[in-house]
């Protein structure tokens, strides 16, 4: 499968952006879907992540409330809405795949495949 991200670009803090992931090559249907994010210096970090039937999700207690992960199989894509942008989410973001039928994880390691990135630039 091939993940591409796209939707990043510059914001305001307080505003809003809406990634998209679509795969390619194969279904997203039955898999877990994720989203992390890397900011320069520091480590990748779980941001949310929705089951592979899309009836739970998960999240960092830093976006809670501000962020919504969902998914559309028929469009093989999986979204995260961000609102209320804060200047520390500034960071490439990336979907990940990870487990068909499995439970969604928070760490890396819980991922199969990866996409490229989109970075998402938050000016305070």
């Known amino acids: 499968v091939q993940l591409q991200a796209s939707g990043g670009g510059l914001v305001q803090a307080g505003g809003s952006l809406r990634l998209s992931c679509t795969a390619s090559?194969?279904?997203?249907?039955?898999?877990?879907m994720g989203w992390f994010r890397q900011a320069p210096g520091k480590e990748r970090e779980f941001v949310a992540a929705?089951?592979?039937?899309?009836?739970?999700?998960y999240y960092v207690d830093s976006v809670k409330g501000r962020f919504s992960i969902s998914r559309d199989n028929a469009k093989n894509t999986v979204y995260l809405q961000m609102n209320s942008l804060k200047p520390e989410g500034a960071a490439v973001y990336y979907c990940?795949?990870?487990?068909?039928?499995?439970?969604?994880?928070?760490?890396?390691?819980?991922?199969?495949?990866w996409g490229q990135g989109t970075q998402v630039t938050v000016s305070s």
């Open positions: 990940a795949q990870g487990p068909r039928l499995g439970v969604p994880g928070t760490t890396a390691s819980n991922y199969d495949y």
């Open positions: 929705i089951s592979w039937g899309g009836g739970r999700t």
């Open positions: 090559g194969s279904t997203i249907r039955n898999y877990v």
